[in-house]
């Protein structure tokens, strides 16, 4: 064998992994420096005071137009079908106990990314990579764990959530899945658009929902969210999401992502298919086993 | 590239967990390159901080045009630079190579090395700054010849040299150190 390819290998091997302690220093500089550098959003939305003066003047006109606004849309509501506003849907999702949402491209048959989330479980999964380099990362909130499976090893580790970590991810949960980028219109960015998508084709390819495009512009690039929202249960079914540089330019897909609502039972059955019963899953940081089955194939795709 | 643009994207938002999950991800390729770079823990560590918490910093003006692997790369290797200009550092003289150096007398630290990965940091250290960097760019970033050149400034032809004899005083060095 030539030595010049065993040197090239070690050189490709070598690695220096981070010590806890810097891993805890460079985080607590970063995050500062992120709350930093993104303060409105860390902070919250709050009203300017530009908006807290001058909204209770233009209350009282608002107030009539609005009369006059909900008129019409009572006499259209009768003769229309139900149009849904993106408050809806996020209000719906806020409901919604458990969630799968798998994420493709479109060259891919496998998602790149599946996510299960339940709220009532207060647990989140993960998985990543396709067949059998499949990795599963269960974080277990309740019990403060993350569990780790690769398919290919067939063994599970075990460490010890951190407080802040846990704390951090039960705030995500309750977050709207990253299915929507905005709570309403009003938190969208300004010149942002909610329009339906008039195009019987495109709600037929995925039956029972209407089609709605949500734009909006941010630091110069064009966003575009498509969204097929659920007639009956204004959930989202499907998101599609566009991206471009310049107004000018297409919008190019980036990404898909499906959701399924499955049940707490559901949930349930898969962990304990890829991570072994309940009571393996409460074991010590450090755990190492080998679960029971080898889980069944996950893949989600309408 | 797509799972990048979306942590980025939420990066951007303030997220802390996507920030988390970019370090996590990429903290090792950065700090084995930094190391290999510096032959010194501690000033790779240091290298690793001010690119991380950088980064962080400037997170909303960042436009990705390739992967955030290769940015955090670049990132790093400016650094090492921006030091190697700073400092004064100079080429490793062959006799002065020991382990891999650190300010820190940590447990963990010296752990994290082992024998033959710091038989392999101290050859490293003993080649032209420009070889060690050819070599590590191409081996510990998958840069392709073609974008080193480019990052760099220089033609393709010279950086296929400097990676063949680099490879080449990197095989000569280790074989003395065997036979020692």
Known sequence: ?302 | MLEDQRLLWRLKRGDKEALRSVYEKYKDNMLTVATSLLHDAGSAEDVLHDVFVSFAMSVRKIELHSSLRKYLITSIINRVRDRFRTKKHHIVELDEVGPVSSDSESPERSAILGEEAQLLAGALARLPLEQRETIVLHLKADMKFKQIAKMQGISISTVQGRYRYGLSKLRTILNGEMKK
């Open chain 1, 1 to 302: 064998m030539n030595p010049v390819d065993n040197l090239e290998r070690a050189i490709r091997q070598f690695q220096v992994t981070t010590s806890i302690e810097t891993d805890r220093r460079i985080l607590d500089d970063a995050f500062a420096a992120l709350e930093e550098s993104t303060p409105e959003e860390s902070a919250g939305r709050g009203r300017t005071m530009r908006q807290i003066v001058v909204f209770p003047r233009v209350m009282k006109f608002a107030a009539m137009a609005a009369v006059a606004v909900v008129a019409c849309a009572l006499l259209f509501k009768a003769l229309s079908p139900k149009a849904v506003e993106l408050g809806q849907v996020y209000q719906a999702l806020q409901k919604a106990e458990n969630l799968c949402v798998s994420t493709y491209t479109d060259a891919e048959a496998e998602p790149i990314q599946q996510v299960w989330t339940s709220r009532t479980l207060k647990v989140v999964m993960y998985k990543s990579q396709t067949g059998a380099q499949a990795k599963f990362d269960l974080f277990d909130i309740p019990n403060r764990l993350k569990k780790t499976r690769y398919l290919a090893s067939d063994t599970v580790s075990t460490e010890r959530l951190a407080a802040e970590q846990a704390i951090t991810l039960e705030r995500s949960i309750s977050d709207v899945f990253e299915l929507l980028p905005f709570a309403s219109m009003d938190s969208a960015p300004k010149g942002s658009q909610w329009s339906k998508v008039p195009d019987e084709d495109m709600e037929a390819s995925v039956p029972g929902t209407q089609v709605y495009d949500l734009t909006w512009a941010a630091e110069g690039f064009s966003y575009k969210r498509r969204i097929f929202v659920d007639a009956k249960s204004d959930l989202p079914k499907r998101t599609e999401y566009y991206f471009k540089e310049k107004p000018q330019d297409q919008y190019k897909f980036e990404s898909m992502q499906v959701a399924a609502y499955p049940t707490e039972k559901e949930i349930k059955l898969l962990i304990k298919e890829i991570f072994g019963p309940d009571q393996d899953r409460s074991g010590e940081p450090g755990y190492i086993g080998t679960p029971e089955h080898r889980p069944q194939d996950t893949t989600e795709k309408e």
